[in-house]
């Protein structure tokens, strides 16, 4: 190989002529013969044709056009010298064996070929081309059909100078080798040809890109093989192949080198079909080799590419992405470290920037590939080498956090105010990149979990101002914070949860000197905050800050319900207003009491602003996630432990007295409820349940009020006894939190009847407790029967539900209300009988101002009108056309447009029955339209307009009715809200007969149009113009489906008879 390159350009010597590269092509093309069939096989080896007699016939002609052909003296001169410096090659070309004989001359041609085309890309360049005219080609760029010939040329000189000479486990099988003491020199002769051509770019690229393999596994052999296989060859000459090699692979696309290094160290049907198993020397320096891939610049990539893109019969880059276990073994080899690399430190700190690097590609297939072998690939590290991974690959990970968290040592007063300090983009990669490996991982080890611990402050605050803008960054941190708060242990997540509260400095925060800012893609910027001269400006904002701040914890909280985090937060909380309550009475207040410092002041604001915070928090967490934040009964039991603590430390005293009674209270009656049935208690429960006996028992001694004294004490004895015994004040305490109605209660677990509720009055009177007590007692029989099922209540139940239809609580009368419609709906056959009945007491709650009173007999009184219509209608319709004698005209118009709610509900319930109801509904709502009120005008048409459009084509004559009513209201009414309303009447009627306009409409058409368009010039008001404009756009599609009806393609086939 020295040899050869020592040859230039000019190796020819003199000035004579030089053949040109098409003279070579065509020599080559002499010497193969034309082509076979089999030339664009992807194997290398002689074609088929190419038998001996073919070879020694067609160098024979090559040897007699070279020597008396004009024009083919340079050419034989040229070759002449390229032999002369490759004795190997000439010897050979001279021999008698044919298959080495050709390979040796295609070689020799396609080194002068080389040699040529080196000369004339060496030479002056190109005249540019004219202006928008095409580049004109270098002087050294082959033809189409040149290329052609040169890629068999060389696939022949491959599969018949370098295939049969490889080394055993390389090449072919025993038997097809050359003659013994050849194969050392004539594999360097080819090997040393080929490397040559493989350093021109025209030759090189077809060269590399079809036989690389077989090129790698000759330098290989020669190079690295052992001694016996290299006989012959000189160790200088194997240094050479050495050289060569390390060369070729650096030259080459490195994704390529990987695949084919692999290739060969893999299985042998891989390599090549006749070889047997890779020797063991050429696995350990195709592993040598590989590592020293990876760890050149930009290795690990090229090295995730070769296994990922599997060009040998491997899978797409869709279904490697799929293809898991593949990433996970490439991400497990990666974090594993090379033998030949100086020290594990050394290695990571190479290769783990260019294992975070993954996590960026664009390319959204390989994205997923290269996302999943970098996560496997720092986990692993993370849990092999914890302290190097944290140092090299998370530390690095975390940076754009961490170096604007709390804990971190910033320079700010050398940055001036709205200097950016993250930008948008780092950012934003940051926290997708902590996305992918944390969320994605999903592994909760220590590590993971401190490292994301530390940046958790910065992440909620991001979350909270992406919560309050557009940001796609919102997602990605619930997620995180989310992810972290199910994987991590309880009490550390308690303790997170606290310090994202402000409560603790468990979790760094945001640093108090940046802040925030919208960024320009949809993401945000972390910026120097800017000084705010305005004292009441900067109170606001933080005091907004922290609101949100609570807000979004509170939101956050409410995705963590099922796993018992919100309940244990939220008791957690409750346990920190007590231990506030108390540091508060036993510090004195320095503000008040003379001769306190100002260290002492400083911690009473500190404190009282811990308690608003504490307070603020349990009201936020109250209102957003009280519903359903307790999961188990311990978390229950822990609730009412933390009420009744403070209230044994603080009885109710001062001026938040009666807060403290109405939460006791409340505590006492949900343990009154579990123990009444409220919950399905088992053995185990009772037993959680008894940690609540020393508090009720201290209750019950130390509490001021008798009354409380007296049920703590009835509670202890129902746990003590696992409700065997139950005293008759639990039965309306219970009654008094979950508001039940005597006959509706649930049944108690010991099998007797629940006590019924007491008379309303208030829960903290003495007297109001002693009426229960002996109602309770009165009633209460030894073998109580079952309470009747809630689904299906007796004649007794139903009358009751018609006197609490008139409780003077909103509330009990809108429950009253529903339950007797469901009753409707059921066909309760007491509630059949009792229908007049139901309807009067609904018409009645029509008239309540409540909305939820008022809604829930509007419900009521159309489910009977739609089970009834004959019965029911009638008596709508009266009262809907005479309101009630004796109301004002207000009151009047309301319930009479709220039983137009009804009709309208009754009426889409009914859906094509409503015919039979059609004169007297339309003659109401026509009366309606001409009332005084205007409200009731607009309600009315509203109304019509609706009917109208369920009745469609069934409309008939009466629609001269309507269009007069509409269009003289459209045109004379002084309400803009009533001619607005007549103007949709229409927009309703076209939408519902849709294709039937023309049918239905036919004879007032006209006089619709003329009123839009009268409408559309001349209405002042722009509510009402829309509509106009809408009936005619509705008008103008429906007319041109009709004029210009869709063609429609169809084939007919008759049968003749």
């Known amino acids: 190989m020295a040899a050869l390159a020592d040859g230039g350009p000019d190796m020819a010597g003199g000035a004579g002529p030089r053949p040109e590269p098409g003279r070579v092509v065509e020599a080559l093309e002499l010497l193969l013969g034309p082509p076979s069939d089999g030339d664009s096989a992807a194997e290398p080896g002689p074609e088929p044709s190419l038998c001996p007699e073919t070879l020694r016939r067609n160098a024979a002609a090559l040897e007699e056009r070279l020597s008396r052909a004009a024009g083919w003296a340079a050419l034989r001169e040229l070759r002449a010298a390229v032999l002369s410096r490759a004795p190997a090659l000439a010897a050979g070309a ?8 050709a390979a040796c001359g295609l070689l020799a041609l396609l080194l002068c070929l080389k040699e040529r085309l080196a000369a004339l890309a060496a030479g002056p360049a190109t005249p540019a ?54 194969r050392g020199p004539r594999l360097f002769a080819a090997v040393a040809a080929l490397v040559e051509l493989a350093r021109l770019p025209a030759l090189g690229a077809p060269l590399l890109a079809r036989h690389l393999r077989l090129l790698l596994c000759g330098l290989c052999g020669l190079g690295h093989g052992p001694a016996a296989l290299c006989q012959g060859v000189s160790e200088a000459e194997r240094a050479q192949c050495r050289e060569a090699l390390r060369d070729i692979l650096d030259r080459v696309y490195q994704p390529l080198a990987v695949q084919e290094l692999l290739v060969l160290q893999g299985q042998p049907k891989q390599r090549c079909p006749s070889s047997g198993a890779a020797p063991a020397w050429l696995r350990r320096l195709c592993g040598h080799l590989l590592s020293e891939r990876l760890l050149r610049p930009g290795g690990v990539q090229a090295v995730v590419r070769g296994v990922l893109e599997g060009t040998d019969g491997g899978a797409g880059a869709e279904a490697a992405a799929l293809d898991w276990r593949k990433c996970d073994a490439v991400g497990k080899i990666l974090a594993a470290c090379p033998q030949q690399c100086l020290s594990l430190e050394d290695y990571y700190r190479q290769v783990c920037p260019q294992i975070l690097d993954l996590l960026h590609i664009q390319d959204k297939v390989a994205a997923r590939q290269f996302q999943r072998v970098a996560t496997t690939t720092l986990l692993t590290m993370a849990r092999e080498q914890p302290q190097l991974a944290e140092r090299h690959l998370l530390q690095p990970l975390l940076a754009p956090l961490r170096r604007c968290s709390e804990a971190a040592v910033l320079a700010l007063e050398d940055l001036t105010a709205g200097a950016v300090l993250v930008p948008e983009a780092e950012l934003g990669s940051c926290v997708e990149d902590v996305l992918k490996v944390y969320v994605v991982g999903n592994d909760s080890s220590s590590l993971l979990l401190g490292s994301l611990q530390s940046v958790l402050g910065v992440v909620f605050s991001l979350y909270s101002f992406a919560k309050q803008n557009v940001s796609y960054l919102r997602s990605p941190c619930q997620d995180i914070l989310l992810w972290f708060l199910e994987k991590a242990e309880r009490e550390q997540s308690l303790a997170v949860l606290e310090g994202l509260a402000g409560l603790s400095s468990h979790v760094p925060t945001l640093h108090p000197q940046c ?54 937060f939220f008791i957690h909380c409750l346990k920190e207003l007590t231990q506030v309550a108390a540091e508060d009475e036993a510090a004195p207040n320095p503000a008040v009491e003379p001769g306190g410092s100002l260290l002492e002041l400083e911690q009473y604001q500190a404190r009282q602003g811990r308690k608003l915070l504490v307070l603020q928090l349990v009201a936020a967490l109250c209102e957003g996630v009280s519903d359903t934040v307790f999961t188990d009964i311990v978390q229950v039991q822990e609730f009412l432990a933390a009420v009744l603590q403070r209230a044994c430390a603080h009885p109710a005293q001062g001026p938040g007295a009666a807060a403290e009674a109405q939460t006791l209270a409340m505590a006492m009656g949900l343990v009154a409820a579990v123990l009444g049935g409220a919950v399905q208690l088992k053995s185990s429960d009772f037993a959680v349940l008894k940690r609540l006996v020393p508090l009720l028992e201290e209750l019950s001694r130390t509490y001021p009020e008798p009354l409380t004294q007296e049920l703590a004490s009835d509670l202890r004895i129902a746990i003590c006894t696992h409700g065997a015994c139950s005293p008759g004040t639990l039965g309306a305490a219970a009654d008094g939190v979950l508001g039940r109605k005597p006959g509706t209660a649930a049944r108690s677990p010991a099998g007797r ?147 137009g709610e009804v009709l309208m509900r009754v009426t889409r319930a009914l859906g094509d029955m409503v015919f039979q109801h059609r004169e007297p509904l339309i003659r109401a709502f026509l009366r309606g339209a001409r009332d005084p009120d205007s409200a009731l005008r607009a309600s009315s048409l509203s109304n019509l307009g609706e009917l109208c459009q369920h009745l469609g084509f069934q409309l008939g004559s009466i629609i001269q009715e309507v269009t007069c009513c509409v269009t003289a209201i459209a045109r004379t009414d002084p309400e803009a809200e009533v001619r607005r309303a007549a103007v949709h009447v229409v927009v309703l009627l076209l939408r519902g007969l849709s294709e039937k306009v023309t049918e239905v409409l036919r004879d007032v058409l006209r006089d619709l149009y003329r009123l839009l368009k009268h409408v559309a010039a001349a209405e002042r008001d722009a509510a009402t113009v829309l509509h106009a404009q809408l009936a005619l756009e509705e008008l103008d599609t429906a007319m041109r489906r009709v004029l210009f009806p869709p063609q429609t393609l169809e084939k007919k086939i008759v049968v003749l008879p």
Not at 94 to 101: D, K, N
Not at 517 to 525: C, M, N
Not at 549 to 554: A, G, M, P
């Open 753 to 899: 009847a629940p006590s019924p509720p007491a008379p309303r009055h208030g829960h903290g009177s003495p007297s109001a407790h002693r009426e229960r007590s002996k109602e309770q007692s009165t009633r209460r029989e030894p073998s109580a029967s079952p309470a009747p099922r809630a689904d299906s209540p007796a004649p007794a139940g139903l009358q009751e539900l018609l006197v609490s239809a008139y409780d003077p609580q909103p509330p009990s009368r809108a429950a009253a209300l529903r339950r007797l419609a469901s009753l409707v709906t059921q066909r309760d056959p007491e509630a059949i009988r009792l229908q007049e009945k139901l309807l009067q007491v609904f018409l009645e709650n029509v008239q309540h101002e409540d909305a939820f009173v008022y809604l829930s007999a509007i419900q009521g009184i159309a489910l009977l009108s739609s089970e009834y219509p004959e019965r029911i209608l009638p008596v709508l319709l009266a009262q809907y056309e005479c309101p009630a004698q004796g109301t004002e005209d207000t009151m009047a118009a309301v319930t009479r447009m709220k039983l």
């Open 94 to 101: 001279a021999g008698a064996e044919p298959g080495w004989a």
């Open 515 to 568: 802040q925030l800012r919208v960024g320009s893609e949809g993401g945000a910027a972390i910026v120097a905050e800017e000084t705010i001269s305005d004292e009441d400006e900067a109170l606001y904002q933080k005091i907004s800050l922290e609101q949100c701040h609570v807000e979004s914890l509170v939101e956050l909280l409410s995705h963590c319900q099922k796993s018992g985090l919100a309940g244990d």
């Open 129 to 182: 081309a004219a202006p928008g005219a095409p580049p004109p080609p270098g002087a050294d760029t082959l033809s189409v059909g040149q290329e052609r010939a040169v890629r068999r040329a060389l696939r022949a000189a491959v599969g018949l100078g370098l295939l049969p000479h490889l080394p055993p486990g390389l090449g072919p099988g025993p038997g097809l080798g050359p003659p013994p003491g050849t």
